[in-house]
């Protein structure tokens, strides 16, 4: 049997996903992704809209955020404080890749 | 079925309260957890350690746990004769007639909770429900990741029957991987997950893209580098080069007075980055020296030292004297 072939997307800045999704896609509660809004570890688009949409990048964040939340047991406040760190050393890997990559 | 000793895996007795196996569980996964720990199986220790919290954290799981019987770690088993009718919602007539051979402990918890999902909660038994999401690593060589891929996916998926028996099912998906994709970025595949259940969407697949380094290029976000070696009378005179480049090769011009550290850019020569459009190829200029110079060549060195007045250090003096 021939099994037809699906494209695998990207999450990029440009793709939008809605409240319901990042909810439903993440496995965090509603009030769960409320809070890490407020904490600044989700963004929405537009934070004054009446509902949120977010750029298909905030999934991996949000999913990241669900993983931290089960597996250490944490509250919200306290995973998007894990969620900034992380960032930081996101940012800094890459920054380490870069000047590998010039460097050689 | 093999078994698995949970309490062991936490490094718990089997009378120890739920204090002590969240405390042995928070240890453990602070030290095993794929976020934290650089450890090379720690991704598989961690999953051990969860398995076995997830059930031993829950009474109920617990108590169907502990009425599996004790064995040794690995040896085969099967669950005592009334073991699902005592502990699967609706008397779990299918864990009695399922084979185990085909599942492992952790597929048989996940029956539980199931089933349990399934009788309980009255009219939410009924609601849709989605389908869970799966994960998978997709390793790919550099040239699969810059043209972009097709990959077979053979995954084992969990699936119920009505009677609340559990197997599994081998789930095999073709998915394209688009061109351009980095070492460590993740992608989705829609409905390529879970099937949903009484009309719910079929959940997700999450795909980790782990990418083979290449020998001449190194990635940098959309952007390349490649070593360019050049001698010292290239880089003096200005050459032309072919360069290797992941979508064939190019003529490079080499100026005049190149520099080594230099950077000569390869405009949209990078990774593709969807709308983003191609990041660049950038060629690192290195200078080499010959590491055998006959008296003829060395003569010849002379002549140049003899009449060139350039001084690769002067800026030692003027920076020194600040």
């Given at each position: 049997m021939i099994t037809p072939i699906q494209d695998a997307v990207r999450f990029d800045t440009v793709t939008e996903v809605t409240w319901t999704q990042l909810v439903t896609a993440s496995g965090l509660t509603e009030d769960e992704v409320t809070e890490l809004v407020q904490y600044g570890a989700l963004v929405p688009r537009d934070p004054s809209a009446p509902t949120w949409t977010f750029e298909s990048r905030w999934l991996v964040v949000a999913r990241h955020a669900s993983r931290l939340r089960h597996d250490f047991e944490l509250d919200p406040h306290a995973v998007s404080v894990v969620l900034s760190f992380a960032e930081r050393i996101e940012s800094l890997e890459a920054e380490l890749r870069a000047l590998r990559a010039q460097l050689g | 079925m093999k078994y698995k000793d949970y309490y062991g895996i936490l490094g718990v007795?089997?009378?120890?309260s739920g204090d002590e196996i969240k405390t042995a569980y928070r240890k453990l996964a602070r030290k095993f957890h794929p976020d934290v720990s650089k450890e090379k199986d720690a991704e598989e220790k961690f999953k051990e350690v969860s398995e076995a919290y997830e059930t031993l954290k829950d009474a109920e799981k617990r108590a169907a746990y502990d009425q599996l019987g004790t064995y040794r770690e690995g040896q085969e088993f099967r669950p005592p004769p009334d073991w699902g009718q005592q502990?699967?919602?609706?008397?779990?007539?299918g864990f009695n007639s399922?084979?185990?051979?085909?599942?492992?402990l952790s597929d048989l918890f996940a029956g539980l909770a199931g089933a349990r999902g399934r009788a309980g909660g009255g009219p939410r038994a009924n609601r849709p429900m989605p389908g869970s999401d799966y994960e998978a690593v997709v390793r790919i060589s550099f040239d699969q990741a810059f043209h972009g891929t097709e990959v077979d996916l053979e995954l084992s998926a969990l699936e119920w029957d009505p009677d609340g028996g559990v197997r599994r099912v081998p789930h095999r998906v073709r998915t394209r991987i688009p061109r351009g994709v980095t070492n460590g970025e993740k992608l989705r595949v829609p409905g390529k997950g879970g099937k949903g259940a009484n009309g719910g969407p079929d959940g997700d697949l999450y795909l980790d893209i782990e990418v083979a380094d290449h020998p001449l290029y190194r990635v940098s976000g959309s952007d390349l580098y490649i070593d360019l070696p050049l001698a010292p009378w290239e880089a003096v005179l200005g050459t032309s080069v072919e360069l290797p480049t992941p979508a064939g090769t190019v003529t490079l011009k080499v100026p005049a007075g190149t520099r080594a550290g230099q950077q000569l850019r390869l405009s949209g020569r990078g990774m593709m980055r969807g709308a983003a459009g191609a990041g660049h190829l950038y060629a690192l200029v290195r200078i080499e020296v010959p590491s055998v110079v006959d008296d003829a060549q060395k003569d010849l060195y002379r002549q140049l030292a003899d009449s060139s007045n350039f001084?690769?250090?002067?800026?030692f003096v003027k920076e020194a004297s600040r």
């Amino acid at each position: 049997m021939i099994t037809p072939i699906q494209d695998a997307v990207r999450f990029d800045t440009v793709t939008e996903v809605t409240w319901t999704q990042l909810v439903t896609a993440s496995g965090l509660t509603e009030d769960e992704v409320t809070e890490l809004v407020q904490y600044g570890a989700l963004v929405p688009r537009d934070p004054s809209a009446p509902t949120w949409t977010f750029e298909s990048r905030w999934l991996v964040v949000a999913r990241h955020a669900s993983r931290l939340r089960h597996d250490f047991e944490l509250d919200p406040h306290a995973v998007s404080v894990v969620l900034s760190f992380a960032e930081r050393i996101e940012s800094l890997e890459a920054e380490l890749r870069a000047l590998r990559a010039q460097l050689g | 079925m093999k078994y698995k000793d949970y309490y062991g895996i936490l490094g718990v007795k089997r009378e120890a309260s739920g204090d002590e196996i969240k405390t042995a569980y928070r240890k453990l996964a602070r030290k095993f957890h794929p976020d934290v720990s650089k450890e090379k199986d720690a991704e598989e220790k961690f999953k051990e350690v969860s398995e076995a919290y997830e059930t031993l954290k829950d009474a109920e799981k617990r108590a169907a746990y502990d009425q599996l019987g004790t064995y040794r770690e690995g040896q085969e088993f099967r669950p005592p004769p009334d073991w699902g009718q005592q502990y699967a919602p609706g008397g779990g007539s299918g864990f009695n007639s399922r084979a185990f051979e085909d599942i492992d402990l952790s597929d048989l918890f996940a029956g539980l909770a199931g089933a349990r999902g399934r009788a309980g909660g009255g009219p939410r038994a009924n609601r849709p429900m989605p389908g869970s999401d799966y994960e998978a690593v997709v390793r790919i060589s550099f040239d699969q990741a810059f043209h972009g891929t097709e990959v077979d996916l053979e995954l084992s998926a969990l699936e119920w029957d009505p009677d609340g028996g559990v197997r599994r099912v081998p789930h095999r998906v073709r998915t394209r991987i688009p061109r351009g994709v980095t070492n460590g970025e993740k992608l989705r595949v829609p409905g390529k997950g879970g099937k949903g259940a009484n009309g719910g969407p079929d959940g997700d697949l999450y795909l980790d893209i782990e990418v083979a380094d290449h020998p001449l290029y190194r990635v940098s976000g959309s952007d390349l580098y490649i070593d360019l070696p050049l001698a010292p009378w290239e880089a003096v005179l200005g050459t032309s080069v072919e360069l290797p480049t992941p979508a064939g090769t190019v003529t490079l011009k080499v100026p005049a007075g190149t520099r080594a550290g230099q950077q000569l850019r390869l405009s949209g020569r990078g990774m593709m980055r969807g709308a983003a459009g191609a990041g660049h190829l950038y060629a690192l200029v290195r200078i080499e020296v010959p590491s055998v110079v006959d008296d003829a060549q060395k003569d010849l060195y002379r002549q140049l030292a003899d009449s060139s007045n350039f001084d690769a250090r002067a800026h030692f003096v003027k920076e020194a004297s600040r």
